[in-house]
Nanobody, 119 residues
Framework: QVQLVESGGGLVQPGGSLRLSCAAS????????MRWYRHAPGKERELVAG????????RYAESVKGRFTISRDNAQNTVYLQMNSLKPEDTAVYYC????????????WGQGTQVTVYS
């Protein structure tokens, strides 16, 4: 059974940091591209960060470049999102996603974790 379980969300003040984790099981994690998305109320879902299967290539949304870092531990089947210098506009539900081609067949999602940045 495929599972992606996010953790690490919470409440934080502006300028603070959080580290999200996503524990994967039920599929060959190391062969999957891993991504973090977020969805804020009234906004479209946004790709925050992505990391290729063996960690060679990363991508970030412009809004988080220089503040967020995605990483993975293939031995632990876990992907992380280190979030620094958090801003109120980072408030959203953050989702972990794993995928490989063909994407229609191999595209998995976690249940999400809430991140709230308040002043």
């Amino acid at each position: 059974q495929v599972q992606l379980v996010e953790s690490g969300g919470g409440l934080v003040q502006p300028g603070g940091s959080l580290r999200l984790s996503c524990a994967a099981s039920g599929f060959p994690f190391s062969t999957y591209e891993m991504r973090w998305y977020r969805h804020a109320p009234g906004k479209e879902r946004e790709l925050v960060a992505g990391l290729s299967s063996f960690g060679g290539t990363t991508r970030y949304a412009e809004s988080v470049k220089g503040r967020f870092t995605i990483s993975r531990d293939n031995a632990q089947n876990t992907v992380y999102l280190q979030m620094n210098s958090l801003k109120p506009e980072d408030t959203a539900v953050y989702y972990c996603n794993g995928r490989r081609e063909p994407f229609d067949d191999y595209n998995y999602w976690g249940q999400g974790t809430q991140v709230t940045v308040y002043s």
